[in-house]
């Protein structure tokens, strides 16, 4: 106790001094913190999107993510009724599990004869009451705003595109699509493109005439292949166009009912891609995914079950990149702590060379005189670990507050901008231990210099 009294007088002895060092390491404090708790916004915000989006877990028949989107009538689930209502009803994981719902995934060519355009697009076939309640999942209270499909269950012959979609397609004035212009067409009626007059041909043979319950909304053609390679057409409603995250699928995509897809892809048969899984808690995806995949290698059942890392691989990519700055930012800001107090503590032992020498000749042992300049630096480095967290708190607060926002990237919509250090408790304990471990560790070499001091030279000094 003693000692560490003469440490924090020894410190109050060049106030100014002491009072920069300490600066330095609440700085380092605060930026740490800080750009931790906006790597927290980044991960938590790229976590929701993608949940409401796809779930947390995909189950697939085996193989179907690197042949079925090509190979439809080789990989798919049959009977999933039933496999649906046995996972929902499983008493291991029927607790964890927020919504288990069936998606298929399928691709074609989309048309608008009407205005002689037509493009590639890559379509899902949906629940819409299960998935607009998917986009209702909020686990980390972030305040995400949340965009519903605009479809239901009781029209199936309804559809929403992207907004690049609607402008490949001249449809930006039916559906009043914001920054967007339809081109006129030209009156070139022996031109027709190929595309579409396949559209037009296979609509005129196979489709009939769709129940428009919207008279005001367009219709479009979807022109695809059956799982036996035969071609396929179904006619849809177009209700809206909203905006998607990527510009590709923002060109591409075609959300309809599920009922619709099937038709296209498997004809009368109830087959889908996959089944999705939203749970309550991110933090028993590991132990779903476990106790499921346990389950199909028991009952020799050809599926895989993949969580939202494994089919959306850029996620890892995206932390894996804010955590590398983050590394180096951490190197870099410990360096300049580092030397800043092995300069403060040199300067002080060459200042007190005299009382090193009195303290020595008194009987104080090398490890004593060791022992107050490595206190010295543990209390410098524990009041600006202290203060940089109580700064930390205060500037999250301040800034949460501001009000900015920004778009996660996938993301079609804008978000708060927050940095979240405190969703994570241990990195800030961690930060703060680093930080007074740091301070101590810098006043290693001027102690061991104070310690190895000849008392007879140092007395000279004086």
Same mark, same amino acid.
């Given at each position: ?110 048309? @608008? ?86 559209? #037009? ?23 695809? /292949? ?15 166009? #909203? ?34 899984? #939203? ?9 779903? #995914? ?21 089919? @959306? ?112 408790? /241990? ?14 560790? /810098? ?10 001091? @000849? ?8």
């Amino acid at each position: 106790m003693i000692d560490f009294q003469i440490a924090v007088r020894n410190l109050m002895r060049n106030s100014r001094r002491s009072a920069i060092t300490i600066f330095a390491i609440i700085v380092g404090m605060v930026a740490l913190l800080m750009f931790g708790g906006y790597i927290a916004s980044i991960y938590y915000g790229l976590q929701t999107g993608i949940v409401r989006a796809e779930g947390h877990l995909h189950i697939y028949p085996k193989g179907y993510l690197e042949y079925g989107f090509s190979r439809p009538a080789d990989f798919y689930i049959s009977d999933y009724d039933k496999l649906v209502e046995e996972i929902k009803h499983d008493a291991s994981i029927k607790d964890k599990l927020r919504i288990v719902t069936p998606i298929v995934n399928l691709a074609g060519i989309a048309g @608008n004869y009407s205005a002689n355009s037509s493009t590639t697009f890559i379509g899902v076939g949906l629940l819409p009451s299960d998935h607009n309640r998917m986009r209702d999942w909020d686990a980390h209270h972030l305040n995400m705003p949340s965009v519903q499909l605009p479809l239901s269950d009781q029209e199936p012959e309804n559809a929403v595109i992207g907004r690049g979609m609607a402008r490949m397609l001249n449809l930006c004035k039916a559906l009043a699509v914001s920054d967007c212009q339809d081109i006129a067409k030209e009156e070139k009626p022996a031109e027709i493109d190929a595309g579409i007059l396949a559209i #037009q041909e296979s609509a005129a043979q196979d489709i009939a005439p769709v129940d428009n319950r919207q008279s005001d909304k367009p219709s479009i053609d979807l022109l695809g /292949s059956t799982g036996s390679g035969a071609p396929n057409a179904i006619s849809l409603v177009a209700v809206e166009a #909203q905006r998607q995250g990527v510009k590709v699928l923002d060109d591409s995509f075609v959300g309809m009912h599920l009922h619709q897809a099937q038709r296209l892809i498997y004809g009368d048969q109830k087959r889908v891609s996959a089944i999705v899984l #939203q749970l309550y808690d991110t933090n028993d995806m590991a132990a779903v #995914q476990t106790h499921l995949a346990d389950l199909f290698a028991h009952n020799g059942d050809k599926l895989e079950i993949k969580n939202y890392t494994e089919f @959306n691989p850029e996620f890892n990519q995206v932390i894996n990149m804010f955590m590398a700055i983050f590394t180096f930012m951490v190197i870099v800001i410990i360096l300049v702590v580092l030397f800043t107090i092995i300069n403060t503590l040199t300067m002080s032992v060459m200042e007190r060379i005299d009382e090193i020498g009195s303290l020595r000749a008194l009987g104080l042992r090398r490890s004593g005189v060791r022992r107050l300049f490595l206190l010295e630096g543990m209390v410098i480095g524990f009041v600006g670990a202290t203060i940089g967290l109580a700064a930390s708190i205060i500037i999250a607060h301040v800034f949460n507050s501001a009000g900015y926002t920004w778009s996660p990237p996938n993301s079609a919509t804008d978000m708060a901008l927050q940095v979240l250090p405190f969703k994570n408790p /241990s990195l800030i304990f961690c930060i703060w231990v680093v930080m007074i471990m740091v301070a101590a560790l /810098s006043s290693l070499l001027p102690a061991r210099r104070a310690a190895r001091m @000849n008392i007879v030279d140092a007395i000279r000094h004086v």
